[in-house]
């Protein structure tokens, strides 16, 4: 299928649904995902502003594909922050470090995953729901390998890594004393 926009330079052909996901997730870097709409997100993409229409159904299925994007790239950061580690106590660590790097750095993004408007609590889309279950599977294995094997463990690090980076991306303390509290939580 071709697909033209009114410009020369414009999107002429390719995968269009990752052409529009690109180019909400660079307007994602710079603004809340509720401030992005699909008529800006095919102005970035150099598309006609019915365009994302084809791939969105409407305004919150862009948010949900910015959301499990955005949950990928924090699963993926964690995963290789932990894998890398030397020590179970060390993965531990790195893994809660990233996730709190990633609340810090990408905060739109990391807001986007955790909006229970678009991720409903309980009732995850098809394509988030093993995203979820594999963060907590990442975490859940460094816990229980730091000796930390009781599920309130789990929960408990999900809350303060996600507490810390919440925190720290709102300006209530520097990124470096989140990943600092957070480490000396762990080796009391």
């Known amino acids: 299928m071709l697909l033209m926009s009114s410009s020369k330079d414009g999107y002429h052909h390719g995968d269009l649904a990752r052409a529009l996901e690109d180019a909400a997730m660079r307007l994602l870097e710079t603004r809340p995902a509720a401030e992005i709409s699909l008529r800006e997100v095919a102005r970035a993409a ?31 950061q964690v995963r290789v922050a932990a894998q890398g580690a030397a020590t179970p106590h060390d993965a531990l660590v790195a893994g809660g470090s990233a996730y709190i790097r990633f609340a810090v750095e990408h905060p739109h993004a990391f807001d986007a995953v955790y ?44 809350g303060l890594m996600h507490g810390l980076g919440t925190l720290a991306a709102a300006g209530h303390f520097t990124l470096d004393d989140a990943l600092s509290a957070y480490a000396a939580s762990l080796t009391r």
């Open 115 to 158: 909006d229970p408007t678009v991720c409903v609590p309980g009732s995850p889309t098809e394509t988030m729901a093993p995203l979820i279950e594999a963060l907590e599977g990442v975490l859940a294995e460094a816990a229980a390998a730091a000796g930390l094997d009781r599920p309130a463990d789990v929960v408990s690090l999900w």
């Open 46 to 76: 150099n598309v006609s502003h019915n365009a994302p229409y084809h791939h969105f159904s409407d305004r919150l299925g862009l948010l949900k594909a910015l959301a499990e994007r955005s949950m990928a790239d924090l699963l993926r």
